[in-house]
Each structure stands twice: as structure tokens, then as C-alpha cells.
């Protein structure tokens, strides 16, 4: 039995990429821009590179942030600010706060007998806020976020923060959870802890990379933690 669960925020227990969706389109909407399937592709492009390169240490969120809707637009022939549009986006995105299938049902059960918390590098005020009006905040009894901690998943920093504010060591039994190769189970390899990968769509991965468990449906976790 894994007595801490760290579960990475988004598309694990809160659907970014709903929010994202939303929070993007009333951007556009702010500018007067219509809203078209290529120009949200390609802020997804993005967005998503520059976001690796801050897992990375390539860039700072500082920067990730003045720069994704500056690149877009000027892409697009557009004269926005960029900070001015991430800040509309953030604005909008801490009021988009959807679940992930069975988040709040997998939480409620592990509660009572499991220390739960939440481990992400999302933006600070917007993380805190979509987690707390989510209602699963209730479940947590931490939450470490890469702007407060000042180092982000997977870099070993991060987790020995997180271990400290959560109480536990890497002697106990520990298991995180998350979506991303990359940051989250990257980051618990890093640190010798067990790993879980949520993969709800099902993606290609590479069979070399060491991880403990793979599930598809969050409900698939209950075994795994009591076991």
C-alpha cells in the first residue's frame, strides 16, 4: 500500500485541456479575433515547445508567458502585447475548472487512509484557484507549485521541496501520478520513487522507460495504492 500520493494538477486531475480551450478562445475574443482551428493548432505548437524547454531549465515561466501570444500573433500578422494577452488568458483560465473522469471519486476514496497532494508547475495564483474551486483542494493536505518552489518537475529540487512540505522521505512508500513522461514520471525516477502514468488516450511511448504502472481510467489507481 502507497501511503503519499503526489498527483500532477493538470490533465490528471483537473482537464486543461478544456480550460485551455476556453481560456484561449476568450482571448481572441477580447482582441476581436476570430476564433479558427489553424491558429489555436498552432499557439498549441507553441506553447508545448516552450513549455519543454522550461521543464528543460532552457527558459524561465517568466518568459514561456511574455513570449507564447507574442510569437502567435506575430505569426499571424497581429500587433498584440503579449504580456497584456497572458494575462487576460490567466484571468479567464483560474475560472476553468473542469475534472478529469472520475477525479473527484478516486480522491474521496484514497482520502481517508492516504496522504494526498498535488505537485505541478502551473502558474501559482491560477493553479491555486482552479484547485480550490474544483473542490478537490479538500482532499489535499499539500500543494507544491514550481513558482513558489522555484524549480519545476523533473528536477530533483523540486521533489526534495515538495518531500520536506509533505513530511515524507524517500523511505516511505510513495507513488506519483501524472500525465507528462517528461516531468512526471521523469521527475519520480529522478528520484527513485514509484511511478504512475496516466494515459487516457492511450499514446505511443517508449517501452524502455522504466515505469511502474500505466492506466488508462483513474479508477485503476485504487488497486494499485491499496495493493
Known amino acids: 500500500m502507497y501511503n503519499y500520493v503526489l498527483f500532477d494538477a493538470d490533465n490528471t486531475l483537473l482537464d486543461f485541456d478544456a480550460a485551455q480551450f476556453h481560456g484561449f478562445s476568450n482571448v481572441l475574443q477580447h482582441y476581436g479575433i476570430d476564433f479558427t482551428e489553424s491558429i489555436y493548432e498552432k ?14 531549465g532552457i527558459l524561465s515561466k517568466e518568459k514561456v508567458q511574455s513570449q507564447r501570444f507574442k510569437i502567435l500573433f506575430d505569426s499571424f500578422g497581429y500587433v498584440i502585447d503579449g504580456m ?60 507544491v507549485i ?8 523533473p528536477d ?16 516511505d512508500r510513495i507513488l506519483i501520478v501524472g500525465d507528462s513522461l517528461t516531468s512526471d514520471i521523469q521527475g519520480g525516477i ?15 511511448f517508449d517501452s524502455n522507460i522504466p ?17
Open 156 to 171: 530533483p529540487r523540486f521533489f526534495a521541496e515538495a518531500f520536506r512540505k509533505i513530511g515524507c522521505t524517500q523511505d
Open 190 to 204: 529522478n528520484m527513485g520513487i514509484d511511478t504512475c502514468w496516466y494515459n487516457p488516450s492511450m499514446q505511443e
Open 84 to 143: 497584456d494577452a497572458e494575462r487576460i488568458y490567466q484571468l479567464s483560465l483560474r475560472n476553468q475548472y473542469w475534472l478529469m473522469p472520475y477525479a473527484d471519486e478516486v480522491c474521496k476514496v484514497l482520502y481517508p487512509s492516504t496522504n494526498l497532494s498535488i505537485v505541478t508547475n502551473g502558474v501559482g495564483s491560477t493553479q491555486i484557484a482552479r484547485i480550490q474551486n474544483s473542490g478537490i483542494g479538500k482532499y489535499m493536505s499539500s500543494l
Open 211 to 227: 515505469i511502474n504502472y500505466i492506466i488508462h481510467d483513474l479508477r485503476e489507481l485504487l488497486n494499485i495504492v491499496f495493493n
Open 146 to 153: 514550481s513558482e513558489e518552489v522555484g524549480y519545476s518537475k
Open 43 to 56: 499557439y498549441q505548437i507553441i506553447n508545448h515547445a516552450l513549455w519543454h524547454q522550461f521543464e528543460k
